[in-house]
């Protein structure tokens, strides 16, 4: 049985910095391909970043490019996403996702190409 549970969210100032992680379980990260979105109130799902296969480069919604850097550690079986200069725009659920095998690069962010989904952690920017 696949898992997937991220942690490290919480409030933060604007500017600020935090870092997400996800844990998998029941799958090889090494041979798959992970994501994070994020999920503000009243809006739909988006894509933050994703790296689709290991040695690949990651690839990142334009408006955290610069800022987040998505960290993949095989050894661990986890993926981080590390957060600068955090904004109030920034504020959301975040969620992580798994895939069991490489993806190509154009179904890196989309959502239907993930097989497995953790619960989500909030994370919450003040201004």
């Known amino acids: 049985q696949v898992q997937v549970l991220e942690a490290g969210g919480g409030l933060v100032q604007a500017g600020g910095s935090l870092r997400l992680s996800c844990v998998v379980s029941g799958l090889t990260l090494r041979t798959g391909g992970a994501a994070w979105f994020r999920q503000a109130p009243g809006k739909e799902r988006e894509f933050v970043a994703a790296?689709?296969?290991?040695?690949?480069?990651?690839a990142y919604a334009d408006s955290v490019k610069d800022r987040f850097t998505i960290i993949r550690d095989n050894a661990k079986n986890t993926v981080y996403l590390q957060m600068n200069s955090l904004k109030p725009e920034d504020t959301a659920v975040y969620y992580c996702a798994a895939h069991p095998r490489s993806l190509i690069i154009t179904a890196q962010s989309m959502g239907d190409s993930y097989d497995y989904w953790g619960q989500g952690t909030q994370v919450t920017v003040s201004s």
């Open positions: 790296h689709r296969r290991s040695g690949a480069s990651a």
